[in-house]
Each structure stands twice: as C-alpha cells, then as structure tokens.
C-alpha cells in the first residue's frame, strides 16, 4: 500500500508545481498587460500629435499655394506692363531712354519673381514630402497601434478564459489549502 499512497503524494506535488507554474504565467500576462497599456496611451497621444501636425502641413501647403497663385498673377501683370511699355516706346522715342530703363527694370523684377517661383515651388515641393512622410508615419503609427490593442484584448481575452475554465474553479480548493499552508 505504500506504493499507492505515495502516487497520489506525487501527483498532488505535480499538480502544485502546475498550477504554480500557471499562476506565475497569468502575473507574467498581467505584467505584460500592465506594461503596454501606457505604451498604448503614448501612441494615442503621439496619433493625435501627428494629425495635428498633419492639418498644420496641410493648411501650410494651401497658403503656400494662394501665394504662388498670387506670385503668378503679379508676374502676369508684369508682363502686360512690360508690353505695355515696349508699345510705348515704339510709339514714343522721345522717351526711349526713360523707357529703356523702366523696361530693364521690369525684366529684373521679372526674373526676381520666376526666382522667388521657383524658391516657393521647390517649398512646396518639401512641404508635400513631408506630408507624405508623416502621413507614412501616421499610418503606421496606426497600424501599430491596432496591432497592440489587438494583442491586449486577446490576453485578456485569455486571462478570462482561463479563470472561467473548469479546471480553474475546479482547482480552487487546493489554491485554498496552498494559501492556507503559506
């Protein structure tokens, strides 16, 4: 009978060592749980920072290009007003060198402003890429984001599942005896 009474001995030492080794893997999960949850409200934060910069950029670039619209237009008007001073000029020499330099002086400003178009373009230009980039990085923001909240809901869909099995309640009595031994 000795034999038989130590198996059962050793089965319960077994069984204790299991469910010591299952309640040391929940506080494990529950650490876990417990780490990315400010993890999750960082990324929330940092989603709502980059929409935020997002409509910035976006209300930036659409400024950026009235001004370019206005730049254009005030080149157009400049070339009218240059034509409109060469006809001038054939029409009246008496004032070609007074007109001469007014003329020179509108195809300078003319070429300062296709500069500044340019300078405006190549702007705007970098600002679209940045919001590429940070629509990049929003999206993938998100996309972990989601991965995350996904894994916390399937750990604690774990955890409940695991405290509403059977062999959990079924086991509660020897987590009882093991607190009452401690």
């Given at each position: ?38 993890r999750l ?27 370019r619209a ?113």
């Open positions: 009978m000795k034999p038989a009474s130590q198996e059962p001995a050793a089965l319960l030492d077994l069984l204790r060592q299991q469910l010591i080794l299952a309640q040391v893997r929940i506080m494990e999960l529950e650490d876990e749980r417990d780490e990315l949850a400010p409200a960082e990324t929330s934060v940092l989603l709502a920072a980059a929409q935020t910069l997002a409509e910035g950029k976006v209300d930036e670039a659409t400024h950026l290009e009235k001004v206005d730049l254009q237009a005030q080149f157009d008007h400049l070339r009218h007003v240059q034509h409109v001073t060469n006809e001038a000029l054939a029409a009246a020499r008496a004032d070609a060198t007074r007109l001469a330099a007014d003329a020179e002086s509108l195809r300078q400003q003319g070429r300062l402003d296709r500069a500044e178009i340019g300078r405006l373009a190549t702007a705007t230009q970098a600002l679209r890429d940045m919001l590429t980039r940070t629509e990049q990085q929003l999206a993938e923001s998100g996309k972990i984001s989601t991965e995350r909240a996904t894994r916390l809901q399937q750990l604690d869909a774990e955890l409940r599942s695991l405290k509403s099995s059977r062999s959990w309640r079924w086991t509660a009595w020897l987590r009882g005896i093991e607190r009452w031994f401690k």
